[in-house]
T-cell receptor, first 115, second 114 residues
């Protein structure tokens, strides 16, 4: 099945640093989603993007929907220890999840934050 | 509290011994899915269900079965588990016609097949 290329695979940073990660695809998507997975938990949605070029923030998190519709970026500013986890991007062809409109996940970025 | 529950959370079994992982949601959602998560591969969809008695294959259905006899439950069945099915499994649900940003994930089931 199709997958999204997400980078970096892992990051080990100091508290207070900014973080950037991105996701690229060979296919065009009309929706990009960013999830965070805490250890021992299921993924939780952070940000949803619906329009090419869109820039959306959620607290210290900012995500962008690439102009080409084949990529997306997530930035975390002033990282704190509770930012630790795995971050996943996911792409969807249409805005609404029809029966055959699957969500394609990225390979994940593991973030570790040193206090 | 609105939630998706999975049982068991952890399971160690042996090759060939049939097992079932249960998934239940209390939000009256029509759509339910099963994913597996493997290092470096992200989440891949195994099966999904659009409503009671309506199921279809995802990207990696081989070796798995599902059933949807009731709206709230969507069990994942491994008739003859093999070591390559060792993975972390997630169930998810959402309302029909909603976007994926309204999808809820369960807490996960870590399965080890020896």
């Amino acid at each position: 099945g199709q997958q999204l290329n997400q980078s970096p695979q892992s990051m080990f940073i100091q508290e207070g640093e900014d973080v950037s990660m991105n996701c690229t695809s060979s296919s065009i998507f009309n929706t990009w989603l960013w999830y965070k997975q805490d250890p021992g938990e299921g993924p939780v949605l952070l940000i949803a993007l619906y329009k090419a070029g869109e820039l959306t923030s959620n607290g210290r998190l900012t995500a962008q929907f690439g102009i080409t519709r084949k990529d997306s970026f997530l930035n975390i500013s002033a990282s704190i220890p509770s930012d630790v986890g795995i971050y996943f991007c996911a792409g969807q062809l249409n805005h609404y999840g029809g029966a055959t409109n699957k969500l394609i996940f990225g390979t994940g970025t593991l973030l570790a934050v040193q206090p | 509290e609105a939630q998706v529950t999975q049982n068991p959370r952890y399971l160690i079994t042996v090759t060939g011994k049939k097992l079932t992982v249960t998934c239940s949601q209390n939000m009256n959602h029509e759509y339910m899915s099963w994913y597996r998560q493997d290092p470096g591969l992200g989440l891949r969809q195994i099966y999904y269900s659009m409503n009671v008695e309506v199921t279809d294959k995802g990207d990696v259905p081989e070796g798995y079965k599902v059933s949807r006899k009731e709206k709230r439950n969507f069990p994942l069945i491994l008739e003859s588990p093999s070591p390559n099915q060792t993975s972390l499994y997630f169930c998810a649900s959402r309302i029909a016609g909603s976007s994926y940003n309204e999808q809820f994930f369960g807490p996960g089931t870590r399965l080890t097949v020896l």
